[in-house]
């Protein structure tokens, strides 16, 4: 199986928020002397404080402080031990305190993370299955991982997404005891709520179906005795329900705490629950803390405090509902969401409220999809009711502002949040520019000469290499197979060319960059279900073209603006195609490219190495043998030279239908053994198309049958070779028999052959194309690092796609 290497998720998180941190929106330091919870000092700029998550301000109350305080002279300031040892003497009354208020007696950990990870290992059995909501705290995602290695399967559903649930319960149902599906109570981004009442009636319906839920950010503002969304919304907790609070954010204190109703499965937790057994438990002035937390939480006061902060949440919400302003999700909770869809338009809109005063939290990739990029905005108690209304008044001046510096619309925006539009906008308003586009959805509506000079020497994307592919995947019967091209040559007033480049609209397998133990499993689904686990994506070049599939014409004065142009018009494309994803790919490393990009709503992720032969100038083997390290020729003249004369090599521009039948066969054969790019295989059809076109050529192999000194054997190799007319040669595919793979290096062989054929016609160039590294590189080959960006409705169409995570974050 060919390898490749795979984009790494912790490199594409890192560039994100590491952009953000030059905008000055991220990693902050907060400079106040005293905090009051009302006000944050950063960079010497006094700003009101929108961004907590201690809702009730209890961490600033007097009675917890003073706890702390005389907790730290009573005790120190840590009980260095494991609790299976010994638990600090504060413990047990806070436990008894954490039981009298929900009537369940808690298990206590250091923080809802590690309180993960002592729970979900112990609580899920090998013969259990997992499902996780796309959105659910990464805490939890985290803790799952170690699921995997146990063979447990843990898969994802799109957020809230109760058909595709109960589709996955359906599945699991035969095969698995019990089923877990986990997710939040409140979500942290959108502070939208978790569909408890429907996920109860599945309950109902699959008694296999358990639930487990993060209430973090449910805690202390709503329910009886402050003890969250969860329990606010279902009452006495199930035994089929796990619930994870916490005892920090709007608590005011340290620690979480995990609530189950079997005493039998409790014990198991505390007993061996990783964490719980192996780290420091909490520090006396966080347990004294949390113990005054909870004697307000079990006294009638609790109720005032909410009943304060709901007053100002529904006075916040009544100001946001008489703008215009993209708010998401606006309910009953602390926690509101700005839409802004573009990266750099949240980054505008959070240095505007900054300069004005007002601290609000950045919300971007990977907490929320990046095209859903926005500002989290929370209340607390602390906040007064004329900085609300100041905030809102600042939001609403400079939206359309941050809009504007952005390129953005709030058209665009209300798209990429699929928030209706009540009076349909029009798409077609004319822009203000000094460039020309021209968008055809056939290469033969572009000027020839023209293209194949900004984009024909190489792969096969040449205008006659275009023609071939219209051709070859219009195939209505097929829908992995019927492909729309969309082509874009944008010029300025004088004709002269900024840019060009196509993008086809298809069908893509999700795990196309995924490693291959993933699409093996994947694989074995799609045979009942051939299309499982597919997306519509808009992409750059097309799924059978590499290469730089758009040119730039980087020393004119307007490219930054063609470029920008470029993504307006796909984007109406895009929207109209109803598609899941876009991709824009393959491009060299580029930091001005990353720039605009990412600024507009697209992650970069980098593809499959690629390979290529310039310069394939030589008179002899011995010349040849001359171009390759010294290395890489002791392996040619060992394990690839002496096996050409096992062949019979044959170079034809037509095949036979026995020949073709027996090539498209020994395609297969590399198509269904090699997924470390997987895409859908090519129907025969294709490879018909290819002998009416005068471009197309195929090396075939035939092992020489040394007794009768005639091709008598079955055909064993062959190469698919397109000639470019700008002087590269591409063996686009490539057909085997695997029974004489080793023996023979077969696979070596065609590569040679390719190599010798692109000399024979003078074609002093060769695109190798993607994967097998390794061995195209002994040959001569130089590898080439390109990168792509992606844009999607949500993460999970990404993560699938397999190329912004490791294999574990999907199965």
Same mark, same amino acid.
């Given at each position: 199986m060919a390898k490749i290497k795979h984009n790494n998720f912790i490199d594409t998180v890192n560039e994100v928020l590491s952009g953000a941190k030059k905008e000055g929106v991220l990693h902050l330091y907060a400079e106040n002397k005293i905090l009051t919870g009302r006000t944050i000092q950063i960079k010497d700029k006094k700003m009101f404080h929108f961004g907590t998550t201690g809702y009730l301000g209890l961490e600033q109350d007097n009675r917890l402080k003073e706890a702390a305080i005389q907790a730290i002279r009573n005790y120190g300031t840590q009980f260095p031990l494991s609790k299976s040892y010994i638990s600090h003497p504060l413990y047990y009354e806070l436990e008894s305190k954490i039981e009298q208020m929900y009537g369940i007696t808690p298990i206590i950990t250091k923080n809802s993370t590690l309180g993960h990870l002592a729970v979900i290992p112990t609580l899920i059995r090998d013969e259990d299955a997992v499902i996780m909501d796309h959105q659910v705290h990464w805490s939890v995602q985290n803790a799952c991982q170690l699921l995997k290695l146990r063979g447990i399967p843990v898969e994802m559903i799109r957020h809230s997404n109760l058909e595709m649930l109960e589709d996955k319960i359906k599945q699991f149902s035969t095969k698995h005891h019990k089923i877990w599906y986990m997710a939040d109570g409140v979500y942290s981004m959108f502070g939208d709520y978790a569909p408890i009442p429907e996920l109860l009636t599945l309950t109902q319906k699959y008694i296999q179906l358990n639930l487990y839920f993060d209430d973090v950010h449910g805690m202390s503002w709503k329910g009886k005795n402050g003890t969250g969304f969860i329990f606010d919304a279902i009452g006495e907790l199930p035994e089929n329900c796990i619930v994870v609070s916490t005892l920090s954010k709007t608590f005011g204190a340290s620690g979480a705490t995990v609530f189950c109703k079997n005493q039998q499965l409790r014990d198991k937790i505390k007993n061996f629950g990783g964490p719980l057994t192996f780290s420091a438990q909490l520090e006396p002035a966080s347990v004294a803390a949390a113990i005054a937390s909870a004697n307000i939480h079990l006294s009638p006061e609790i109720t005032v405090l909410q009943s304060e902060l709901s007053e100002k949440i529904?006075?916040?919400?009544?100001?946001?509902?008489?703008?215009?302003?993209?708010?998401?999700?606006?309910?009953?909770?602390?926690?509101? !969401?700005?839409?802004?869809?573009?990266?750099?338009?949240?980054?505008?809109?959070?240095?505007?409220?900054?300069?004005?005063?007002?601290?609000?939290?950045?919300?971007?990739?990977?907490?929320?999809?990046?095209?859903?990029?926005?500002?989290?905005?929370?209340?607390?108690?602390?906040?007064?009711?004329?900085?609300?209304?100041?905030? $809102?008044?600042?939001?609403? !001046? %400079?939206?359309?502002?941050?809009?504007?510096?952005?390129?953005?619309?709030?058209?665009?925006?209300?798209?990429?949040?699929?928030?209706?539009?009540?009076?349909?906008?029009?798409?077609? $308003?004319?822009?203000?520019?000094?460039?020309?586009?021209? %968008?055809?959805? #056939?290469?033969?509506?572009?000027?020839?000469?023209?293209?194949?000079?900004?984009?024909?020497?190489?792969?096969?994307?040449?205008?006659?290499?275009?023609? !071939?592919?219209?051709?070859?995947?219009?195939?209505?019967?097929?829908?992995?197979?019927?492909?729309?091209?969309?082509? %874009? $040559?944008?010029?300025?007033?004088?004709?002269?060319? $900024?840019?060009?480049?196509? !993008?086809?609209?298809?069908?893509?397998?999700?795990?196309?960059?995924?490693?291959?133990?993933?699409?093996?499993?994947?694989?074995?689904?799609?045979?009942?279900?051939?299309?499982?686990?597919?997306?519509?994506?808009?992409?750059?070049?097309?799924?059978?073209?590499?290469?730089?599939?758009?040119?730039?014409?980087?020393?004119?004065?307007?490219?930054?603006?063609?470029?920008?142009?470029?993504?307006?018009?796909?984007?109406?494309?895009?929207?109209?195609?109803?598609?899941?994803?876009?991709?824009?790919?393959?491009?060299?490393?580029?930091?001005?490219?990353?720039?605009?990009?990412?600024?507009?709503?697209?992650?970069?992720?980098?593809?499959?190495?690629?390979? *290529? *032969?310039?310069?394939?100038?030589?008179?002899?083997?011995?010349?040849? #043998?001359?171009?390759?390290?010294?290395?890489?020729?002791?392996?040619?003249?060992k394990e690839v030279l002496p096996f050409e004369k096992a062949f019979d090599i044959v170079i034809k521009d037509k095949l036979t239908k026995e020949e073709l039948e027996q090539a498209y066969t020994l395609y297969q054969n590399v198509k269904n053994n090699n997924h470390a790019i997987n895409t859908f295989t090519y129907p025969i059809e294709v490879f018909k198309k290819m002998e009416s076109n005068r471009q197309w050529e195929f090396i075939l192999l035939y092992l020489k049958n040394e007794e009768k000194k005639e091709i008598t054997n079955p055909l064993v190799g062959i190469l698919f070779c397109y000639k470019n007319t700008g002087n590269t040669y591409v063996p686009a595919l490539i057909g085997m028999d695997y029974s004489y793979a080793k023996k023979f290096q077969l696979y070596r062989q065609l590569l040679f052959q390719a190599i010798k054929r692109a000399r024979h016609l003078n074609l002093n160039k060769i695109d190798f194309g993607l994967s097998a590294t390794f061995e195209k590189r002994k040959l001569g080959a130089t590898v080439i690092q390109k990168v792509a960006y992606i844009q999607a409705r949500d993460n999970f169409s990404m993560e699938l796609m397999g190329t912004i995570q490791n294999e574990d974050k999907t199965h």
């Open positions: 529904e006075y916040f919400k009544s100001l946001l509902e008489k703008t215009t302003l993209p708010m998401i999700d606006l309910n009953n909770s602390p926690v509101f !969401f700005l839409a802004t869809a573009m990266p750099l338009t949240a980054y505008k809109m959070v240095q505007k409220l900054f300069n004005e005063g007002f601290y609000v939290n950045l919300a971007i990739y990977p907490a929320v999809p990046i095209k859903n990029t926005g500002i989290r905005i929370t209340l607390s108690r602390h906040n007064q009711k004329e900085e609300i209304k100041a905030l $809102v008044e600042a939001m609403e !001046f %400079y939206y359309p502002k941050a809009l504007e510096d952005s390129g953005n619309s709030l058209q665009k925006v209300k798209k990429a949040f699929g928030i209706p539009e009540i009076i349909p906008q029009r798409e077609d $308003v004319e822009l203000k520019t000094d460039l020309v586009v021209q %968008y055809e959805t #056939s290469i033969k509506k572009i000027d020839k000469q023209n293209w194949n000079e900004l984009l024909g020497k190489q792969s096969t994307f040449d205008w006659e290499g275009l023609s !071939f592919l219209e051709n070859a995947f219009s195939n209505k019967n097929s829908t992995e197979n019927n492909w729309g091209f969309h082509y %874009y $040559v944008i010029k300025d007033k004088n004709g002269i060319p $900024v840019l060009a480049t196509f !993008f086809t609209y298809g069908l893509w397998k999700d795990d196309m960059l995924a490693s291959e133990s993933i699409s093996l499993q994947l694989e074995e689904k799609r045979k009942q279900n051939p299309l499982y686990m597919t997306s519509k994506v808009l992409g750059m070049g097309s799924l059978f073209t590499e290469g730089n599939h758009c040119y730039i014409n980087k020393a004119h004065p307007l490219a930054e603006e063609a470029i920008i142009l470029l993504l307006e018009q796909v984007e109406i494309v895009y929207h109209k195609l109803d598609a899941d994803m876009l991709v824009l790919r393959d491009f060299e490393e580029d930091e001005k490219l990353n720039h605009i990009f990412h600024n507009h709503g697209f992650l970069k992720i980098n593809m499959p190495e690629t390979c *290529i *032969i310039q310069n394939n100038k030589w008179d002899s083997m011995e010349e040849f #043998s001359a171009t390759l390290s010294s290395r890489s020729r002791k392996h040619f003249i």
